[in-house]
């Protein structure tokens, strides 16, 4: 199929891109990466009347050191991140869970910003800005505004953002100093959305005790979820088999997923259970090797 007709908008400035915003508002789109929207669009899912693009737009392109942390523009391509020197460096869970997205061709034109303001149910981002304690700087013609990732997420789909505001900016902080990483998911096919999928984070202390923990998935609720009661569990314990199953257990008890034509909610609840082990596993290992 084809697109439905629409006006198209490429505003060169970010000051046009927030003016065309305002101008148009709820019968506006952005454009961003266009790897979501545009196949909404040929389906005629997504019927917008006019398209925004901002790939002429180069200061929303950049990642930049701030406070131990990255801040990274919004048209920041997602491949451009995954190889960049300074996430690899501070944000290897960023680094390491770009790589599940999609396939490098993909990759190469999505955007940072565009997968967190889409906010599929299953793409990897969300979860990562959850567990990071992600910041959101939206701006509009009225000035900017900065949005915690446990207020931006709001249901399937959906996102704090108002139709005559731009997302700009992602600030990720840095994971504590000595914490291990991890992300795991499973797929019905290489490149495919997730079924499920976990992003973790482990602290150890000299004695090996878990200090922090955090555990935020994907795939298993209308936006990233985190793991409360099963992060409170493993505070203070070490993490062997039996503790790090437990926690496993615990997490996958919390969890209401949906079914749908891909996977039962009660597959998506056992892999869910399963994969949080794993992560905390590999986050645990990797805690050790740089205590």
Known sequence: MKPAVFQYVAPRTREEALEAVRRFGSDGKILAGGQSLVPLMAMRLARPATIIDLNRIPDLAYIRAARGGLSIGAMTRQRTAEMHRLVIERLPLLAEALRLVGHAQIRTRGTIGGSLAHADPSAELPAVAAVL?????????????????????????TTALQPHEILVEVQLPAPPAGAGWAFQEISRRHGDFAIAGVAALVRLDGDRRCTEARLAFTGVGPGPVRASDAEAYLAGKRLGNATVDEAGRIAQAALDPDSDIHASAAYRKHVAGVLAARALRQAAERAKSQG
Request: charged share 20%; glycine share 16%; aromatic share 16%.
């Open 133 to 157: 304690g992600g910041r959101f700087v939206v701006a509009s013609t009225r000035g900017e505004r900065i949005v915690d990732v446990s207020q931006f997420f709001t249901g399937y789909l």
